[in-house]
């Protein structure tokens, strides 16, 4: 998992774990003992707050009631899935843990702890900082902006990997857009035992698609002008023989 380059500027764990919730279709939910996934039943506010809508007969209802007061009475999953198929799908997985209120009948959720892991390693997201911090702006479009590139523009994502060291390139089967956010885009390289992510930074922040196409423009023409992997061209060599 080891594949990197210089360090580029990323969004912070706050960010990155705003970013999970916002575009989050679904959420597994633990209370009492008892797990129960929902499928597009939540939103989101801008503290951070999760409002969750259940049917009358659920578990979690009566779990929420008979909570002691000021306790954490719950404890909601987050998947976040990398839309192009690749090894291990998924990203990145958010954890938050508190208490479930009644509301306008609904059930809202106030974290009092949020854990976010990622390939690097878990980490624990001060919750300041969760309230305070904001989804990346492209979250909500990353998975069709991902699918497109892998689907529509496969030799774009060739000429991409002109600027990926070569060494991280060794013995690669397959290169594939992992991920995407307002620094840069993320390439996941897979071998036949092994893969590992490299980190492709923008000249500066894309704050919408709009601002997207121009550093993805700017990544293709450096790309253009550098020249092919020595471990593509090996690998080229080695199969049209």
Do not use: K
Not at 86 to 93: A, Q, Y
Not at 100 to 118: K, M, T, Y
């Amino acid at each position: 998992m080891g594949d990197t380059q210089d360090w580029t500027a990323a969004p912070s764990a706050a960010e990155r774990a705003r970013s999970v919730l916002a575009a989050a279709w679904s959420c597994a939910v633990t209370a009492d003992g008892a797990r129960e996934e929902y499928v597009g039943a939540h939103g989101v506010s801008d503290e951070g707050e999760v409002r969750l809508t259940v049917p009358d007969d659920s578990a979690l209802i009566g779990a929420v009631l008979c909570a002691p007061r000021q306790e954490p009475s719950a404890v909601l999953e987050f998947a976040d899935v990398a839309p192009v198929p690749v090894r291990n799908r998924v990203r990145t997985r958010l954890w938050l843990s508190g208490r479930f209120e009644p509301a306008d009948g609904s059930l809202l959720f106030r974290p009092s702890r949020i854990l976010l892991r990622q390939s690097e390693g878990a980490v624990v997201v001060d919750l300041d900082e969760f309230t305070a911090a904001r989804p990346d702006p492209l979250a909500h479009a990353e998975s069709g902006l991902l699918t497109h590139l892998a689907d529509a523009h496969p030799d774009a994502v060739e000429r991409l990997t002109r600027l990926v060291r070569p060494e991280s390139l060794h013995a690669a089967t397959r290169v594939a857009p992992l991920a995407v956010d307002r620094h840069g885009l993320t390439l996941r390289i897979e071998r036949t035992r092994a893969h590992g992510d490299v980190r492709l930074p923008f000249h500066a922040p894309a704050d919408g698609v709009a601002e997207l196409t121009e550093r993805m423009h700017v990544l293709l023409a450096q790309a253009s002008a550098a020249g092919c992997p020595r471990a593509l061209q090996r690998q080229r060599a080695d199969g049209d023989g």
